[in-house]
């Protein structure tokens, strides 16, 4: 089943405990990004990638880092995660000349900072 | 700023009845508008698109009007169904600018049987 995959679903943490949320697309795409979703803000991207190795920062990328080693996987890294980084992050993956531009989303993952 | 406005926070629409979601954007350089449908603790998923050099786009029950000059687009969904009732997040991307998707706030919209 074509799906994009991201560990895990739900985590509660405490402020400046590094973490990492995991992210994997089986579909061979190239492009992969992730978003926060916060009430009243809608969906805002923090970073994506065109390609393996290739990354650059979205709308909100303050105190978020990736990475692109393999074209399956976009690790989302938080070096020291603040409680205004509690939020509904998702993943997401297309190709790179996906005509319709269309974005599949991973289940999402609720990070609470405390 | 938000480049991509829904201004209607929900809507309330009767089961056979016509939806009409509306969305406004402010950036004439997008070239693509998606419309995506979010039920609750599941990701976005996509549910139509249109390109910028066509004013109309059907599928389905699913239909979305682009109108450039007003820089406004509306998903029409006739007739609504219970499982309808979802958040639609509209959204516009333009090809020179990574795919990045630009969302707005969402629209809630229950189907009422």
């Known amino acids: 089943e074509a799906q994009v995959t991201q560990n895990p679903r739900y985590l509660i943490t405490v402020t400046g405990k590094k973490l990492t949320v995991t992210c994997s697309q089986n579909?061979?795409?190239?492009?992969m990004s992730w978003y926060r979703q916060d009430p009243g803000l809608g969906l805002r991207q923090i970073y994506y990638?065109?390609?393996?190795?290739?990354?650059d920062k979205g709308d909100v990328p303050e105190g978020y880092k990736v990475s692109r080693k393999e074209k399956r996987n976009f690790p989302l890294i938080l070096e020291s995660p603040s409680p205004n980084q509690t939020s509904l992050y998702f993943c997401?993956?297309?190709?790179?000349?996906?005509?319709?531009?269309?974005?599949?989303f991973g289940p999402g993952t609720r990070l609470t900072v405390l | 700023d938000q480049q991509v406005k829904q201004n209607s926070p929900s809507l309330s629409v009767q089961e056979g009845r016509i939806s009409i979601l509306n969305c406004d954007y402010t950036?004439?350089?997008?070239?693509?508008f998606l419309w995506y449908k979010k039920y609750p603790a599941e990701g976005p998923t996509f549910l139509i698109s249109?390109?910028?050099?066509?004013d109309k786009n059907e599928d389905g029950r699913f239909t979305v009007f682009l109108n450039k000059s007003a820089k406004h687009l509306s998903l029409h969904i006739v007739p609504s169904q219970p499982g309808d009732s979802a958040v639609y997040f509209c959204?516009?991307?333009?090809?020179?600018?990574?795919?990045?998707?630009?969302f707005g706030k969402g629209t809630s919209l229950l189907v009422t049987p």
């Open positions: 950036n004439s350089m997008f070239d693509y």
């Open positions: 990638s065109m390609n393996v190795e290739v990354t």
């Open positions: 959204a516009a991307s333009t090809t020179n600018s990574g795919y990045a998707l630009n």
């Open positions: 579909m061979n795409h190239e492009y």
């Open positions: 249109i390109s910028s050099i066509k």
């Open positions: 997401a993956s297309s190709f790179q000349t996906s005509g319709s531009h269309e974005q599949f």
